[in-house]
């Protein structure tokens, strides 16, 4: 049934602008209606029923997508808005009983659609893991593009993840509830950044058309400014764009979002830091998290005074320091030091409570594949398959026993592996999908980090005491090994490759809890370990 829809854009160069709807009752029949200016907006009311399709044009211009848009439909002709009614709306999940853990998954690589989403949930949960942090849910051209983060507009949902495409908004909501009823929060990373125009020899869209002066950052000779490295950075002090952003926010939480991770978040700090304020100001009545990617092209801002007190962040710092340490590179016992007990040469006192800490996420390799690709970019090494379990044990024990917020990628707790792939963003295949098959293979790897989240909330990795295999730290560059105590937990790490000797430093009657491999010996009090080796203890 038809009813009066009304659009409104910003295109204050424009001296003609109009809305074309082709009825998806009857594809050959298109209207259009001018729209008249109001300052330096256009307006137009138009008669569409749900599912019609809708473009703009500014005047002899390409057909331009609805910025505000709540569907998108990519068709042969190039991407079309739809008419749709209005989302469903629901709450946040209850607050978190336990601090987060934190799962990051691609609904296609995870379970092709929401709904197969749901059924994996169970075993998410099963692990411990508390928050799921979705990759991005803005509708964007597959052709090209598998992990999402080319978005055509903000405020939609893409079709291909639901089941039935009209319904793609509800059946997110359904994804989202089904985590609040197991006790999860659900994350959502979002890409304010940069739009997927691309460069200027890319098709024009949507804000390219409408007002490409203001909405992108330009070089004095008219080029874009490209710190995304996606061939546009949005302008985060255009008023229009700060009402994108935050119409979006608003719309995603409408379906019980808990969070939102801010891909390349430095990137809206290019206005000194007004839109990051309005977003907190946003976020604060809802109670609604944010966390920071803080670094892009053009600037690295990890601990910057920029993030507003409760701006999470993520620490590439941790990631790179764990993964060198582990592999034996020297002089890395100080950093380990400061990951460990949340960063505070990064964050200050209050670091555990701003870092999220991770090995892996979604751009690089996945921890199966740090221990099959020798690389020193990646800080990797293959290890042969010997030493493989005991390699990624070592990486998740010290993840989860470290304090600040831990993340891992999806299917990790069981080897995933994408064949040393370290970039996949275009395929959409068995390379990028979760193996299912795999998680009774490496069962063993599973049960190790479901035991380090229960240890890691029955004794939380505060005000901890550094030790070496002695009772001073050896931080001298040769040095690879390293202990701490923390909340009736004693942690021996020993990163070299041969046996040490630790001497517990606390008094108490200590057992081995977790053992990456088994010590080669022991007694009262002393732990010999294996090269390349953990040691968990508990009093």
């Known amino acids: 049934m038809n009813a009066l829809r009304r659009l409104r854009v910003h295109a204050p160069?424009?001296?003609?602008?109009?809305?074309?709807?082709?009825?998806?009752?009857?594809p050959g029949e298109v209207s259009s209606v001018a729209a008249r200016r109001e300052h330096d907006s256009w307006v137009a009311e138009f008669e569409a029923a749900v599912g019609d399709h809708y473009w703009i044009r500014v005047d002899d211009g390409p057909p331009l997508l609805d910025p505000s848009c709540h569907d998108l439909l990519v068709t042969p002709d190039g991407p079309r808005s739809v008419v749709r009614d209005p989302w469903p709306r629901q709450r946040q999940g209850a607050p978190l009983a336990q601090s987060p853990v934190v799962y990051e998954l691609h609904v296609r690589g995870f379970g092709r659609t929401f709904s197969g989403c749901i059924q994996h949930?169970?075993?998410?949960?099963?692990?411990?893991?508390?928050?799921?942090?979705?990759?991005?849910?803005?509708p964007f051209d597959p052709q090209?593009?598998?992990?999402?983060?080319?978005?055509?507009?903000?405020?939609?949902?893409?079709?291909?993840?639901?089941?039935?495409?009209?319904?793609?908004?509800?059946?997110?909501?359904?994804?989202?509830?089904?985590?609040?009823?197991?006790g999860m929060h659900v994350w959502l990373d979002v890409v304010f950044n940069h739009t997927g125009e691309g460069n200027a020899s890319l098709p024009t869209h949507s804000l390219r058309g409408l007002d490409?002066?203001?909405?992108?950052?330009?070089?004095?000779?008219?080029?874009?400014?490209?710190?995304?490295?996606?061939?546009?950075?949005?302008?985060?002090?255009?008023?229009?764009?700060?009402?994108?952003?935050?119409?979006?926010?608003?719309?995603?939480?409408?379906?019980g979002i808990d969070g939102f991770r801010f891909d390349l978040a430095s990137l809206l700090t290019r206005d000194g830091g007004e839109l990051v304020q309005m977003i907190t100001d946003w976020a604060a009545p809802?109670?609604?998290?944010?966390?920071?990617?803080?670094?892009?092209?053009?600037?690295?801002?990890?601990?910057?005074?920029?993030?507003?007190?409760?701006w999470l962040q993520w620490n590439d710092r941790f990631r790179d320091d764990v993964r060198g340490f582990l592999r034996g590179e020297p002089g890395l016992v100080g950093a380990i030091r400061q990951r460990v007990q949340g960063s505070p040469d990064q964050f200050g006192a209050d670091g555990a409570q701003r870092t999220v800490n991770f090995v892996t996420a979604h751009d690089g390799l996945t921890l199966?594949?740090?221990?099959?690709?020798?690389?020193d970019r990646h800080r990797s090494w293959d290890t042969g398959p010997e030493l493989r379990l005991q390699q990624l044990k070592n990486h998740v024990v010290l993840l989860l026993l470290s304090a600040g917020?831990?993340?891992?990628?999806?299917?990790?707790?069981?080897?995933?592996?994408?064949?040393?792939?370290?970039?996949?963003?275009?395929?959409?295949?068995?390379?990028?999908?979760?193996?299912?098959?795999?998680?009774?293979?490496?069962?063993?790897?599973?049960?190790?980090?479901?035991?380090?989240?229960?240890?890691r909330r029955n004794h939380p990795p505060v005000d901890v005491r550094f030790y070496g295999?002695?009772?001073?730290?050896?931080?001298?560059?040769?040095?690879?090994?390293?202990?701490?105590?923390?909340?009736?937990?004693?942690?021996?790490?020993?990163?070299?490759?041969?046996?040490?000797?630790?001497?517990?430093?606390?008094?108490?009657?200590?057992?081995?809890?977790?053992?990456?491999?088994?010590?080669?010996?022991?007694?009262?009090?002393?732990?010999?370990?294996?090269?390349?080796?953990?040691?968990?203890?508990?009093?």
Do not use: K
């Open 212 to 255: 490409d002066d203001h909405a992108y950052r330009h070089h004095a000779d008219g080029r874009y400014i490209d710190d995304s490295g996606c061939g546009n950075d949005i302008n985060p002090g255009d008023p229009y764009v700060r009402e994108l952003v935050l119409e979006a926010l608003g719309r995603y939480a409408d379906l």
């Open 469 to 539: 295999v002695g009772a001073e730290v050896d931080d001298s560059h040769e040095s690879r090994s390293i202990a701490w105590s923390a909340s009736g937990l004693y942690v021996m790490v020993n990163a070299w490759w041969e046996q040490l000797t630790f001497d517990v430093q606390e008094p108490g009657d200590w057992q081995v809890v977790i053992a990456t491999a088994e010590p080669a010996a022991r007694g009262p009090g002393s732990f010999t370990l294996a090269p390349r080796s953990i040691v968990v203890l508990r009093r």
């Open 121 to 138: 949930l169970d075993h998410v949960a099963g692990i411990g893991v508390n928050v799921i942090e979705l990759m991005p849910v803005h």
């Open 368 to 375: 199966h594949d740090l221990t099959i690709v020798t690389s």
């Open 144 to 182: 090209h593009n598998y992990w999402g983060y080319m978005p055509l507009v903000w405020g939609a949902v893409h079709r291909p993840y639901a089941l039935q495409p009209e319904r793609a908004a509800e059946e997110m909501a359904e994804l989202v509830a089904a985590a609040h009823d197991r």
């Open 13 to 26: 160069g424009a001296q003609q602008v109009a809305v074309f709807v082709r009825s998806h009752h009857l």
């Open 286 to 310: 809802r109670g609604v998290a944010l966390i920071a990617e803080p670094w892009d092209l053009g600037a690295y801002q990890v601990g910057s005074p920029v993030w507003p007190p409760g």
């Open 405 to 455: 917020t831990p993340m891992w990628v999806m299917g990790d707790e069981f080897a995933r592996t994408q064949d040393g792939n370290d970039n996949p963003y275009d395929i959409d295949g068995p390379l990028t999908w979760v193996d299912w098959a795999r998680a009774r293979a490496w069962h063993e790897l599973t049960e190790c980090i479901r035991s380090l989240v229960q240890l």
